[in-house]
């Protein structure tokens, strides 16, 4: 004989205090997320652009780089802009969708407009480190540059929370 044994399903005191947070509070938890998953695979993906660039073009020599790439075609100049940019900016996506993925998931009564600001939060203070740097030294670099983290930012963290918000218990 099978014995079944009823499920009873409480809410841990925690999903309750998250619930009862105000909404705005997920907007600095959300940046929060964004730059704590963005760092390390930064990180990884500054290792492999640099690898990825040492095989298309000599970086380890700025003379030789600027000869090779005076001669490059226009093809290997954007394939050595992609292998240089595209692991930056997949890990800068990943970490958007996913901390937009928690605020929408775990956001009680924040959803993707609380995501979509805590990504502009975070590329606003990761543009801000970057210009406090000098990094970003024309203007038109630093305009460029924060459009599209702002921008990315908005829009994937509100994508990202879209797909958290279907997997919140209740919602279907």
């Not at 947070?21 to 500054?46: D, K, M, S």
């Amino acid at each position: 004989m099978v014995r079944r044994l009823p499920v009873i399903q409480s809410k841990a005191p925690e999903d309750a205090a998250a619930e009862e947070r105000p909404a705005w509070h997920w907007i600095l938890i959300g940046a929060g997320f964004v730059l704590t998953i963005w760092i390390p695979l930064a990180l990884i993906a500054l290792w492999l652009s640099r690898h990825l660039g040492a095989l298309l073009a000599p970086t380890h020599d700025p003379e030789a780089l600027a000869r090779a790439m005076a001669t490059a075609s226009s093809a290997r100049r954007i394939l050595l802009g992609v292998a240089s940019l595209g692991p930056l900016a997949l890990s800068y996506a990943v970490a958007t969708v996913s901390a937009g993925a928690l605020v929408g998931r775990f956001g009680g009564r924040a959803g993707r407009r609380e995501a979509a600001l805590g990504g502009l939060l975070a590329a606003s203070v990761a543009w801000s480190f970057s210009a406090a740097t000098g990094s970003l030294s024309p203007w038109p670099v630093a305009l460029g540059s924060f459009v599209v983290l702002a921008g990315s930012g908005i829009l994937l963290a509100r994508w990202g929370a879209s797909l958290g918000f279907k997997k919140r218990p209740g919602t279907a």
